[in-house]
């Protein structure tokens, strides 16, 4: 998720050559925006990092790439062990020069594009950590409730991500390396340059590929040995197809430009009445609602309406207490669901892509919606 937001696989490009086709554009920190469906210019190496080397950051003479950037004003740690006082252990990339090959991956775990992506990295870490890899999770929030460790625990051992997680809750380590995607991957060599960066989802083959080329570069140079093995966990993760033809759409009034049938950008309770032809890849809001800049928050009985075209729908959302919500297509009940977590719920998943008219029905008070993502 964003700045221009789109749902599907991207093609990679090492650093070098700079070749990126973007399907995800992710919110700068201090003011995010929104804009689904278009796809992003080709992009180069991260601003931040195209220059002179960054504190903290080493290289070696004579080596492609471009020196790495530390983890910079973490929040918080998960997945790194504790200390004597059961504190989280901190941990940095400079610990790891010389002696790891590192991935370093910026994430959010509401956000479907990386969820999709946290397969293929469980299985390399599974595959590749005894043999000197080291993946780095960057979590960097889009919305408020993802700050909260907590959260981030839960849906890290929701997922079975069990490699090291850094909270980047002011944006750092984001800063640091110029970074504008979720989720996007950089893959540092043993000698602490950056030599992969890959946008959002996609090419996991050529991703493992290069992996593979960095530990046994790695094992050259420590004079270890390297197993035989030409097979890519990445082929056993079963493929996941997407087909969104709508944009990621919110609720909240700093991002809410798709609202038709309110007053768009305004915080505040609005009272509004959903019309009977719905426009495609419009939201409409039908009884009070109360729009804050993240979330809106319905009173019981409101509902939401939004013509779409895509195979899934998925809703974040969260509630004070549970709240079940009815979702109906094209008029019919297809299953009630029961929001509680902040977190990523899935609305509708069908065989095949299509134009569909989706409603909600809420039952009760206390909740917060804040996005519409398609896949």
């Given at each position: 998720m964003k700045a221009e937001y789109t749902i599907g696989a991207v093609v990679s490009g090492i650093v070098v050559s700079g070749l990126l086709f973007l399907f995800l554009v992710s919110p700068s920190p201090a003011a995010p925006t929104a804009a689904s469906g278009a796809q992003a210019p080709e992009a180069a190496l991260s601003p931040a990092l195209?220059?002179?080397?960054?504190?903290?950051?080493?290289?070696?003479?004579?080596?492609?790439?471009?020196?790495?950037?530390?983890?910079?004003?973490?929040?918080?740690?998960?997945?790194?062990?504790?200390?004597?006082?059961?504190?989280?252990?901190?941990?940095t990339?400079?610990?790891?020069?010389g002696k790891k090959v590192i991935l370093v991956d910026f994430l959010t775990y509401s956000c479907i594009n990386c969820q999709r992506t946290f397969p293929y990295l469980n299985a390399w870490?599974?595959?590749?950590?005894?043999?000197?890899?080291?993946?780095?999770?960057?979590?960097?929030?889009?919305f408020a409730f993802e700050k909260d460790i907590n959260n981030v625990r839960?849906?890290?051992?929701?997922?079975?991500?069990?490699?090291?997680?850094?909270?980047?809750?002011?944006?750092?380590?984001?800063?640091?390396?110029?970074?504008?995607y979720w989720p996007r991957k950089y893959l540092i060599d043993i000698h602490g340059n950056i030599v992969y960066d890959h946008v959002g989802e996609g090419a996991y083959d050529e991703t493992e590929m290069k992996i593979k080329e960095l530990l046994a570069e790695r094992a050259k140079a420590l004079?270890?040995?390297?197993?035989?093995?030409?097979?890519?966990?990445?082929?056993?993760?079963?493929?996941?197809s997407t087909a969104a033809g709508s944009p990621e759409t919110y609720f909240g009034s700093a991002r809410n430009q798709y609202?038709?049938?309110?007053?768009?950008?305004?915080?505040?309770?609005?009272?509004?009445?959903?019309?009977?032809?719905?426009?495609?890849?419009?939201?409409?809001?039908?009884?009070?609602?109360?729009?804050?800049?993240?979330?809106?928050?319905?009173?019981d009985g409101a509902s939401v309406l939004?013509?779409?075209?895509?195979?899934?729908?998925?809703?974040?959302?969260?509630?004070?207490a549970p709240v079940n919500?009815?979702?109906?297509?094209?008029?019919?009940?297809?299953?009630?669901?029961?929001?509680?977590?902040?977190?990523?719920?899935?609305?509708?998943?069908?065989?095949?892509?299509?134009?569909?008219?989706?409603?909600?029905?809420v039952k009760g008070t206390g909740l917060k919606l804040y996005t519409f993502t398609f896949g």
């Open positions: 195209a220059g002179a080397p960054t504190q903290g950051s080493a290289s070696a003479p004579g080596t492609k790439g471009v020196p790495y950037a530390e983890i910079t004003d973490p929040s918080g740690f998960v997945n790194t062990g504790t200390n004597a006082d059961g504190s989280p252990k901190p941990i990339i400079k610990q790891f020069i870490y599974e595959k590749y950590k005894d043999q000197g890899l080291e993946i780095i999770g960057i979590h960097t929030p889009e839960a849906a890290m051992q929701k997922f079975g991500i069990t490699h090291p997680i850094v909270l980047d809750n002011n944006y750092g380590t984001w800063n640091a390396y110029g970074n504008q004079g270890t040995d390297m197993p035989a093995d030409g097979s890519l966990a990445a082929s056993a993760v079963p493929a996941v609202l038709a049938n309110g007053a768009s950008g305004t915080a505040g309770k609005q009272t509004l009445s959903l019309p009977q032809t719905p426009a495609p890849n419009k939201l409409y809001l039908g009884g009070t609602w109360d729009i804050s800049s993240e979330y809106a928050a319905p009173e939004y013509r779409y075209n895509a195979k899934n729908v998925y809703l974040v959302a969260s509630a004070a919500v009815d979702v109906l297509q094209d008029g019919a009940l297809v299953r009630t669901v029961t929001i509680a977590a902040s977190t990523l719920y899935p609305l509708i998943e069908d065989a095949a892509a299509g134009e569909h008219t989706l409603l909600l029905r």
